[in-house]
């Protein structure tokens, strides 16, 4: 079954709007959570890495105003898409790995984000 | 930018070996070889990952030659549900810090 589960599955939103997805890892404890983003028919983007307890690392060219990242427990990290544009309308991924050097990184399900 | 250099897509006739290869000639001592796969529309699954030794789980077995610049990914027995995109990635060690850095995999289309 799913170790790292995100919320909601698909949400539609208007331009102007925020909208906040959740990420949480079920059966452990994820000291980090990276999120990344999937345009249609290209690669995973790495966005951010959040770091639990203290503020998230964005990648280059991620306006970190724009998408609020919180990691507020060490299963639950949040995306808040502010003021969103129908360009940010993509597919948003999750992950989180377990704190053991060497170990795997699940990936949530996804999240569909359409901006209208 | 990824470390590592896959064919963009491969065939793969239903019921036989898909052998999925990888190269990633400037591995580090410290970095393991992941694959993940992505169906359409989800997030990546994880299949295997390996140091060093060759690896077997129910999925797949990851073979990574001797000087560890490249390696191969085996499903024994294709089924249509194995059609995805296979992204091979290395990852350093060091505890849950180390992100994964995707490139454009390899699309497999198994075929009847």
């Known amino acids: 079954g799913a170790v790292v589960s995100q919320h909601p599955s698909w949400v539609i939103c208007k331009s102007g709007t925020s909208v906040k997805i959740e990420c949480r890892s079920l059966?452990?404890?994820?000291?980090?959570m990276f999120w990344y983003r999937q345009f249609p028919k290209q690669s995973l983007m790495l966005m951010a890495t959040?770091?639990?307890?203290?503020?998230?690392?964005?990648e280059q060219g991620v306006e970190k105003d724009k998408f609020l990242i919180n990691h507020a427990s060490l299963t639950l990290s949040t995306l808040t898409v502010t003021s969103a544009h129908p360009e940010d309308s993509s597919f948003y991924i999750c992950?989180?790995?377990?704190?053991?050097?060497?170990?795997?990184?699940?990936f949530g399900e996804g999240s569909w984000l359409t901006v209208v | 930018d990824a470390k590592t250099t896959q064919p963009t897509s491969m065939d793969c006739a239903e019921g036989r070996a898909a052998n999925l290869p990888c190269n990633h000639s400037?591995?580090?001592?410290?970095?393991?070889v992941y694959w993940y796969r992505q169906i359409h529309s989800q997030g990546p699954q994880y299949i295997i990952h390996?140091?060093?030794n060759n690896e077997t789980n129910e999925m797949a077995s990851l073979i990574i030659t001797e000087d560890r610049k490249s390696s191969t990914l085996i499903l024994p027995h294709a089924t249509l549900r194995d059609t995805a995109v296979y992204y091979c990635?290395?990852?350093?060690?060091?505890?849950?810090?180390?992100?994964?850095?995707f490139g454009k995999g390899t699309k497999l289309s198994v075929k009847p």
């Open positions: 992950s989180a790995s377990r704190a053991v050097p060497g170990n795997t990184i699940y």
């Open positions: 059966d452990f404890q994820a000291t980090t």
């Open positions: 959040s770091n639990e307890g203290s503020k998230a690392t964005y």
């Open positions: 400037t591995i580090s001592g410290n970095e393991y």
């Open positions: 390996g140091l060093k």
């Open positions: 990635i290395v990852r350093a060690l060091g505890g849950s810090q180390g992100n994964l850095i």
